[in-house]
């Protein structure tokens, strides 16, 4: 079993988180979720065309592809309810569950022609009945017009409701990317020195998560050099800070502050790295870059203690103001922390535009994950930014990140 | 065809004379608003980064997989301006304004209002989207009261299938990427390396030469000699041992510019290497048979059929499909795309796979120009030399 605080099973709805995750047993719980959704909402069907959605529906295994390519031939998920089993449409045939019997694995969808979007009608026809209420996520217009036979709605309610909380299994997936994740950036911090590119870390990076058993990438690394104050960095809408610029090959440099911000996918769940790295021969930060790291500390802190089952997403932002001297300790555009899934950024939101009515009625439970991302900003002397990642159990939260803070904390750990 | 040799590197030259980003940008630009005038398109509402490239010429963040619909770059065609949701101006060309500017919102209200913001999107009589979902209509109709939404896809293809020198001068340079990755990984083939190690090669060696998003991840097959095989897919921690056909199919990105090529070489060692190298052999005169097709005038079907008088039979991928930024329309496979049309100036990824059991898998892959006088492979290899080699 995981169990962090030593020894102490952590418990989601009385299950224990497992050391690794049932596969098989992981996309049945998630089915029956989907099927439950199905049911209370009134839906006959799913038709996905989201790549996380046709991960979480199918657990399809899918490589990182840019966005072009994967949106030409389509993954697609049909769930129909009623039915425990998908069916899957997937360029990668190899990457369907074994579970899953062959007459449910189909090719790939060219949805953007109307003959690719009517071969994919023409099975739906054989699976649901004209009129039948089917809820969708994305579609094309050659495929918006081919559903014309049936009651399209929006597949976000099944979908968020099933996907909120995770089951232990799911948990442990997620633990799992994070380890990957953390093993790969030990290796990229023990070879930081001024004078390489953004481009190069990342180079360590990708190598090492592929050698790691990573399943994809997410996102291309973010190793942003952060400006002392806030008019030296790029113009922004909101006069905040911008975060995250894209990487290029721009050289880091003696005395540079950067942020890094890196995601990777194992078996369809995402992992979240955050942390601050200071560029040098020998890099120590200064008293004032160790006092935001102090506050960071103070306003996770702050935030953890508050996180059990019942306490509102809106307590857990008042918490973290509160720490931070009654400042708001994140970026404007973004929030206090985010759910992590098969998305690496969905619900549970804490402190997003969408408002404090939004985060009021936000309630934790058992088997939500946050990955809390305060940024503490000190105009001049640039700012401190981490990311930690947490589930809340049944009577608290347990980490699922578990990586240094370098050099804040203390020296690297040896890479592996 | 504009020779495009004297540009393949990546660095800026005091000279000048690379790719000329801020005329490529202005061309691409005036095609956009010339196909709007051409569709009767009043906006444009654009979720897919690749059109939001090409149109607004901003480097974006890049992430893996489909991006969900949503108004990521509006184009107004009264006002001739391209508005982009980007918090920061960093990534940004200068001929969009910090007013053209909106943030990023998780409100739909919010967003809303950052629409209802951008000067002649009100009074847009037609909208065209390149994706929908189902509450998107709704949604558009509060910032654009009397838009009838319409599919922009054809107006879309039709400036971003023929490419102009700049563009094709940017997916040779991404060839020439995927041609050192993939002489990278040959390096690499040897009995015991893992699927896992060469993808690891792969993404490394792009990375340093300053191109680190792969267009696919799925660039390895060791493929087996008993059971089913599939053609790449999620790397595996499986080995190659001598004898085995293994597929190495790396592409590349520049300037968001994608091109690649795949090659399968025979592991040295082991047995039954005459029947896997027959393997290859058909695989390879499937693919100068696809390649030889790609002619301007040419339909999918001609392509299809090219194939299938070579042998070709199984295909789980498409025969060919366009590149440009990133892959694109047009896509001709074993049973879609009879209709489409190959125009001069279009560059399309030409790939065939051929797999027996018992032997292995041979995925064959070149990006080939559709040029006025025939095909012109922009990728590279001695191809024969593992088979020479080994």
């Given at each position: 079993m995981f169990s962090p605080a030593g020894g102490v099973e952590l418990l989601i709805e009385g299950s224990p988180i497992p050391a690794s995750a049932d596969l098989a047993r992981m996309r049945r719980a998630r089915g029956e979720r989907l099927q439950t959704e199905l049911e209370s909402q009134g839906l006959d069907g799913l038709v996905l065309l989201g790549t996380s959605a046709v991960a979480y529906a199918t657990g399809a295994r899918l490589p990182g592809l840019d966005s072009g390519r994967a949106a030409l031939v389509r993954p697609v998920a049909v769930v129909i309810r009623g039915e425990a089993r998908p069916q899957l449409f997937t360029?990668?045939?190899?990457?369907?569950?074994?579970?899953?019997?062959?007459?449910r694995v189909h090719g790939g969808v060219v949805a953007d022609t109307e003959e690719g979007a009517a071969d994919l009608v023409d099975m739906l026809h054989a699976w649901f009945p004209a009129g039948a209420r089917l809820g969708a996520d994305e579609l094309s217009h050659p495929l918006a017009a081919a559903l014309s036979d049936w009651d399209v709605v929006s597949a976000s309610a099944v979908m968020g409701a099933s996907k909120l909380r995770k089951t232990p299994d799911e948990v442990a997936c997620i633990r799992t990317a994070q380890r990957i994740n953390e093993m790969a950036m030990s290796t990229v911090v023990g070879e930081l020195r001024p004078g390489l590119r953004q481009v190069d870390l990342t180079a360590t990076f990708l190598r090492r998560i592929h050698e790691l058993g990573a399943t994809s990438n997410g996102i291309d690394p973010i190793w942003q050099v952060m400006p002392p104050s806030r008019g030296d960095g790029p113009w922004t809408t909101h006069g905040d800070i911008a975060f995250p610029t894209s990487t290029s090959d721009r050289f880091l440099r003696e005395g540079d502050v950067i942020w890094v911000d890196t995601g990777i996918h194992y078996e369809g769940y995402a992992s979240d790295f955050g942390r601050t790295w200071l560029v040098g021969a020998d890099p120590r930060p200064t008293e004032r870059q160790r006092r935001q790291f102090e506050r960071w500390t103070t306003v996770v802190d702050a935030v953890r203690a508050g996180c059990k089952p019942g306490v509102s997403a809106l307590e857990l932002g008042r918490a973290a103001i509160s720490a931070n001297g009654g400042t708001k300790p994140w970026i404007d555009h973004f929030y206090l922390g985010h759910g992590v899934g098969t998305d690496s950024a969905e619900m549970p939101l804490v402190g997003t535009d969408l408002g404090e009515r939004f985060d009021e009625r936000l309630v934790m439970q058992p088997g939500m994950v946050l990955v809390l991302e305060p940024v503490i900003w000190d105009e001049g002397a640039s700012g401190y930014r981490a990311e930690d990642v947490l589930v809340i159990t049944d009577d608290g939260w347990a980490p699922l990140s578990d990586h240094d803070y370098w050099p804040f904390d203390s020296t690297p750990a040896a890479a592996p | 065809m504009t020779s495009v040799g004297s540009r393949l590197g990546v660095g800026a030259r005091p000279e000048g004379g690379g790719v000329d980003f801020d005329r490529l940008r202005a061309d691409r630009r005036r095609r956009v608003f010339d196909a709007m005038a051409a569709a009767d398109l009043d906006a444009l509402v654009l979720g897919r980064p690749a059109n939001v490239a090409f149109v607004s010429g901003a480097r974006q963040l890049w992430t893996a997989g489909a991006r969900p619909f949503g108004p990521t770059c509006v184009v107004v065609a009264g006002t001739a301006r391209v508005h982009l949701l980007s918090?920061?101006?960093?990534?940004?060309?200068?001929?969009?304004?910090?007013?053209?500017l909106y943030g990023l919102s998780w409100n739909p209200a919010n967003l809303l209002r950052s629409l209802s913001g951008i000067s002649g999107l009100q009074a847009a009589r037609r909208v065209g989207t390149d994706g929908l979902s189902p509450g998107f209509p709704q949604f558009l109709a509060a910032a654009a009261p009397s838009a009838e939404i319409v599919d922009a896809t054809t107006a879309l293809r039709s400036v971003r299938d023929v490419k102009s020198a700049d563009e094709i001068a940017c997916i040779a340079t991404a060839a020439a990427i995927a041609e050192s990755a993939l002489a990278t990984m040959m390096s690499a083939l040897r009995p015991g390396v893992s699927e896992r190690e060469l993808v690891a090669r792969y993404v490394e060696h792009i990375s340093r030469l300053g191109a680190p998003t792969p267009p696919s991840e799925a660039a390895v097959s060791v493929t087996p000699r008993r059971g089913r095989v599939d053609p790449p897919g999620v790397a595996s921690s499986r080995t190659a041992a001598g004898g085995d056909l293994v597929v190495l199919d790396p592409g590349a990105m520049y300037a968001g510019y994608e091109a690649g090529m795949g090659r399968t070489s025979l592991v040295p060692g082991g047995h039954q290497r005459s029947r896997q190298a027959e393997l290859l052999e058909r695989a390879r005169r499937q693919l100068a048979a696809v390649v030889a097709s790609?002619?301007?005038?040419?339909?999918g079907a001609d392509v299809r059929a090219a194939w299938a008088d070579a042998g070709g039979t199984l295909a789980p991928m498409p025969i060919v499909h366009g590149l440009g930024l990133g892959a694109e329309a047009p896509v001709v496979t074993s049973m879609l795309g009879s209709d489409e049309v190959l125009r001069a100036g279009m560059v399309v990824s030409a790939q065939v796979w051929v797999t027996e059991e018992g032997i292995g898998g041979c995925l064959e892959r070149d990006t080939v120009l559709v040029d006025d006088g025939g095909p012109v492979a922009l990728t590279r290899s001695a191809r024969d030399s593992a088979m020479s080699s080994s």
């Open positions: 360029p990668f045939p190899g990457g369907a569950p074994p579970e899953l019997p062959e007459d | 918090v920061w101006d960093e990534g940004v060309p200068p001929e969009i304004e910090h007013a053209d790609c002619r301007p005038g040419a339909t």
